[in-house]
Nanobody, 125 residues
């Protein structure tokens, strides 16, 4: 059974940093995986994705240069390092994975079939 378990959320002041982790089980790690977020009253949006096989990454413009996605294939764990956090980054952050491997990744939530339970990130000004 596929499972994604996130950790690392919390509260931080603007300008601070957090690192999210997502540990996968029940499926092979060679596929598109990523981080998505949903703020109150807004649609879920893609933040950063990575192909855990060849390592290609993509970032939303709003986080480019501040967030870094990475993975440890031996631990089947995905990370999101978030620096220079802004109040606008406040949201529930979700880890997600493709159901099957594909060569090109994107940030459309509907294209991802496995989801974690989410972890709250709150940034105060």
């Amino acid at each position: 059974q596929a499972q994604l378990v996130e950790s690392g959320g919390g509260s931080v002041q603007a300008g601070g940093s957090l690192r999210l982790s997502c540990t996968a089980s029940g499926f092979s790690f060679n596929r598109c995986m990523g981080w998505f977020r949903q703020a109150p009253g807004k649609e879920r949006e893609g933040v950063a994705v990575i192909h855990t096989g060849f390592g290609g990454t993509y970032y939303a413009a709003s986080v480019q240069g501040r967030f870094t996605i990475s993975r440890d294939n031996t631990k089947k764990t995905l990370y999101l390092q978030m620096d220079s956090l802004e109040p606008e980054d406040t949201a529930i952050y979700y880890c997600a994975s493709d159901r099957e491997s594909r060569p090109a990744c994107d940030t459309r939530p509907d294209d991802y079939g496995y989801w974690g339970q989410g972890t709250q990130v709150a940034v105060s000004s």
